[in-house]
């Protein structure tokens, strides 16, 4: 849990300033959520005796609809996020129950990973590595976004993507093969 809270905060704060850090914590909506999210995925992952399940499940309940009223953001403790995972901005994101973000990825404002039917069958959204999804971007059902993918501004994404595609409209098409690159260090 320590590690992955390590690995958001690096992707916010890039400097090894003390009062830069602390500034981090205070700062950056999205890593309360994220720091939030990692703590009801350590819950999950590690069972206490029932006793202390119950405390602690009800204590972080209020932790989390708390962060989800004050920064719009809505995590479900239940989807699976890689280390190094930012939000750039906060607001009106929703990351549903089971789905999957890979490693180094970044989420704008207005974001839904939602479930959905598509293909016959219903799911969530499944995100590689280096993913990058712009503000108001849309991807629902059980889609898969490969490695390196960019998901342009207020595009609907209902299929799945090719490492390195760039992907706009409504309903998204390739654009490009240039990548993450350029948005994810």
Known sequence: ???????D????CRT?????NLRGFLEYQGLWASVCYRAGRHLIEHPLPPVLKQFAAAGYWI????????????IAPTAKIGKGFYIG???QIFIGADSTIGENCNV???VTLG????KGEWGVPHLG????????????????LANGTVVGANAVVTKDTEENAVVAGVPARVISYKGSGAYIP
Not at 1 to 7: A, C, E, K, T, V
Not at 9 to 12: D, P
């Open 89 to 91: 901005h906060f607001g």
């Open 16 to 20: 090894d300033s003390k009062i830069r």
């Open 63 to 74: 932790w989390w609809k708390s962060i989800q009223i004050t920064t719009g953001i809505f």
């Open 115 to 118: 479930f959905s039917f598509y």
């Open 129 to 144: 590595d280096r993913v990058y999804i712009a503000a108001g971007a849309k991807v629902i059902g059980p889609v898969h």
């Open 108 to 110: 704008s404002q207005g």
């Open 1 to 7: 849990m320590f590690d992955n809270i390590r690995s």
């Open 9 to 12: 905060y690096r992707r916010y």
